[in-house]
């Protein structure tokens, strides 16, 4: 007896002395007990003295032997019976296709049993024919087992415990096994012996699945994702396609002749014949896609991956528009729209989409489509009477029902006969958030066409619900967007205001000296001059009104001294100011604003000091910035007003005022990398300073000039 032998006769008595352990144990607890455990504790026992029956034999007879093979017919009989008891019951029957393959699987194993039996009884043990026999109805019995257990494992109620589903695994895992040992002795003409000797091993493996079974450890179903019972499938049908060839290969070689050559032909060219079908024909793919999962799936939806797939479809390719501060451009609009469009699309197999979005006057336009052919109108739109009713009913509208006028009973939904007039459009769905329609998505036609039921009511209505949140949350930041458009216009507008009020203060004072000196010829052409400048200004100050805002590419080379005597030159009608300035002094920034800064704070020295004291304006190079100091010697201000105050906006100690002039100064100054320093006491006047950069700091690496044009 050879080493393999003597370990499969070992592990047979081991097997035998655990199943008859795991049968004797299981009879031994309490009946009420086990019953409330396990739905089919008696079939579960059977099993389990079936089991033992089998690995008894295995041990008399060896594996392999008719006598093993007729008692594994007995076990599969055990088997067949605590699936139907625990799967299917009277109040979940068997599917009419599950009932016939069980029913066909009894009496395959209850003939096989009687056969082997008679043949033992009959001293036909020698003859070959009825080991054949049993074989085949072995390779039947496992091959439509592994079926039964796919179906019943899927279908189960969500009561049933994990280790009752662990136990229809190792059932399932016995019968591949032996389906795997019997394909290869059918393939091959010889039996494969050492993988026959090794069925004892696999029992053992399922021997701790009965004792699992009738434990109380939890509740927790186990069930195969989609993916994977795909997969099984697959398998499965390849495994049954092995099997029609060595079925038509045994009966070829029994008949006699070349047949067995012509019949694995010509399974071999259907075969590839109908792989490539499926590989090439995207229609053939869908229509199997929808067979399966209308007649082999639960639920048509894989709920868990179609929802992470749509989500994922909803959030990529953000950022490509995105624009200053995070808001979103019309392209990055665009590109949400499509997505939607698409994401609602995929989830139904529709080969395309169009997305309707509302006008400035409500109509629904189609603004959007995502691999919808030409032939729509890019302003096609839905009246509003359909829009209304829509938005109130929240009904998914099957087209093809309105065509048949089977449309929602006792409601005119108002669809507009270019919809219903194009073949192609399928369903319309409101993307409604909350009470509001803010979208109107229409689904093409799948390549198999199919009616809709409950479960995609279902799904569209709640994927409508989470598109429109996306498309919401778009809105709301374009509407933000505008908002700080018109913040920022507004904003620009009270500075403005502040400057017209000084030119306003500058064209009065002016006005009062012409009473008085209109006469002089040197005041007339003082007061052309001032006309000139404050014309100058109030168009300055329309440009700044514009949307434009400066950026630091309007930064550039200033000469200081010509900036400071023009600002001097423009107030010489209020008051005489002494500039001091480095010769060829350069600061780094934007000239307007350069400017608009000394205006505000030369007008602020002005007003806060008496008519007969001066303002300087002194202008040097400090630590390479570029120091400018406007003194005057008016009230001063109190440090506790500095620093809680002064740069904050409508805070003015004057009369008037509309507390802008320091603050804007300052954010000018900070745009440009610039500051402002203060420095004054009550009844001793004033210094400010802006520091900006100096620009003859500014270095160009490769030349070693100073960086910028002169302005």
Request: aromatic share 6%; net charge neutral; with cysteine.
């Amino acid at each position: 007896m050879s080493l393999l032998a003597v370990l499969s006769e070992t592990l047979s008595a081991l097997a035998v002395a655990g199943f008859g352990g795991a049968a004797l144990w299981l009879l031994s607890r309490p009946r009420a007990r086990i019953a409330a455990l396990m739905p089919a504790p008696r079939w579960l026992v059977a099993a389990a003295i079936g089991c033992a029956i089998w690995c008894a034999a295995l041990y008399r007879f060896g594996p392999g032997s008719s006598q093993a093979l007729a008692a594994q017919s007995l076990r599969d009989l055990t088997m067949l019976g605590w699936l139907g008891a625990t799967f299917w019951s009277a109040r979940a029957p068997m599917p009419g296709p599950v009932r016939l393959i069980f029913h066909m699987l009894v009496a395959i194993s209850t003939v096989t049993l009687v056969g082997g039996i008679v043949a033992h009884w009959g001293g036909a043990g020698a003859d070959m024919v009825p080991v054949r026999a049993l074989v085949t109805s072995a390779m039947l019995v496992a091959a439509g087992g592994l079926l039964l257990i796919d179906g019943a494992v899927r279908r189960a109620s969500a009561g049933l415990r994990m280790p009752v589903t662990a136990v229809a695994g190792g059932f399932a895992m016995l019968w591949a096994y032996e389906l795997n040992v019997q394909l290869i002795g059918a393939l091959t003409g010889k039996p494969a012996s050492t993988l026959i000797h090794l069925l004892p091993a696999v029992a053992l493996l399922l021997l701790p699945t009965f004792v699992l079974a009738a434990m109380d450890v939890g509740r927790e179903r186990m069930r195969l994702s989609r993916t994977a019972a795909t997969r099984t499938m697959i398998l499965i049908g390849a495994a049954i396609y092995l099997i029609l060839i060595s079925l038509a290969g045994a009966v070829a070689r029994l008949v006699g002749g070349d047949y067995g050559d012509l019949a694995q032909g010509l399974f071999l060219i259907g075969a590839l014949g109908t792989g490539g079908v499926l590989l090439l024909s995207g229609r053939m793919r869908a229509w199997l896609s929808v067979m399966v999962s209308k007649h082999v799936f639960e639920h048509r939806y894989d709920y868990r991956a179609e929802w992470m797939r749509f989500t994922a479809t909803l959030g990529q390719g953000g950022g490509q528009g995105e624009g200053r501060g995070g808001a979103l451009d019309d392209s990055d609009d665009r590109n949400l729209h499509r997505r939607v469009a698409r994401a609602l699309a995929e989830l139904t197999g529709s080969s395309g989409a169009l997305l309707m979005l509302p006008d400035v006057q409500g109509m629904f336009r189609v603004a959007e489509r995502w691999h919808w052919p030409a032939g729509v109108e890019q302003g096609a739109a839905l009246p509003l009477r359909s829009s209304f009713m829509l938005q109130e009913t929240r009904h998914i509208v099957d087209l093809d029902a309105e065509r048949r006028g089977q449309g929602q009973a006792g409601e005119d939904l108002a669809i507009p006969d270019w919809l219903l007039a194009d073949p192609r459009a399928w369903v319309v769905v409101p993307v409604l958030y909350f009470q509001r329609m803010i979208a109107v998505a229409v689904l093409q036609r799948p390549p198999v066409s199919r009616p809709l039921d409950w479960e995609d009511l279902d799904v569209l209505r709640i994927a409508g619900q989470q598109a429109a949140s996306y498309l919401a949350e778009s809105q709301s930041q374009a509407a933000l967007s505008e908002a700080k458009r018109f913040d920022e216009f507004n904003r620009r507008f009270a500075f403005i205001m502040h400057d017209i009020k000084n030119l306003a203060s500058q064209l009065s004072l002016l006005a009062r000296n012409a009473e008085r000196h209109a006469d002089k010829p040197e005041f007339r052409t003082d007061m052309v001059q001032t006309l000139k400048i404050s014309a100058g200004r109030l168009s300055d100050l329309l440009v700044r009104l514009s949307p434009r805002e400066r950026r630091a590419a309007d930064a550039a080379r200033t000469l200081v001294e010509p900036l400071l005597k023009d600002v001097a030159a423009e107030v010489r009608t209020r008051r005489a100011l002494f500039v001091g300035c480095q010769a060829g002094l350069a600061a780094w920034g934007d000239p307007a604003s350069i400017r608009q800064i000394v205006q505000h704070l030369v007008a602020n020295a002005i007003d806060a000091s008496p008519a007969d004291t001066p303002v300087q304006l002194i202008a040097v190079a400090e630590h390479e910035r570029v120091r400018i100091d406007v003194i005057d010697q008016g009230a001063g201000m109190s440090r506790a007003f500095i620093r809680e105050d002064l740069f904050k906006p409508f805070v003015s100690t004057k009369e008037g005022g509309f507390g802008l002039g320091a603050f804007e100064a300052l954010q000018l100054a900070q745009a440009m990398g610039g500051a402002i320093d203060v420095a004054s006491e009550p009844g001793q006047g004033s210094a400010f300073t802006l520091w900006l950069p100096l620009a003859d700091a500014r270095v160009d690496a490769g030349t070693g000039e100073p960086i910028g044009k002169v302005a």
